[in-house]
């Protein structure tokens, strides 16, 4: 569950910073609920993905210098216990360990 929040806080910083309204870092973080310092490790994950980010004193806001889209998808399917036999091929885990279906 923690890969799929921070995958929310990234679409949300996105979005900020695709309209120019992010704020000042530390309003930034107010809005996400997060700290300054994980506001700056998500713009560096933004970086990754070659986004050019900068941050605007004037404006206070943080804007793409380059043309940037992040589009992140999640589904979340639920499978039968059949079903997920069928995927590890015979076998399932069981509290930690591994039992082989016969």
Sequence with gaps: MKNLKILERLQK???LIAIEQTG????LAN??????RS?????????DYDAVVNYSRS?????YRNDFDLQIS??????TDNEVTQIFG??????????VAS
Aim: proline content about 2%.
């Design 59 to 63: 404006r206070k806001t943080y804007y």
């Design 90 to 99: 015979g076998s399932y885990f069981f509290k930690g360990s591994l039992f």
């Design 74 to 79: 999640i589904s979340v399917n639920v499978l």
């Design 13 to 15: 910083l996105h979005n």
């Design 24 to 27: 000042t870092p530390k309003e």
């Design 39 to 47: 506001v700056h490790l998500l713009i560096e994950q933004l970086k």
């Design 31 to 36: 809005h996400l609920q997060i700290s300054q």
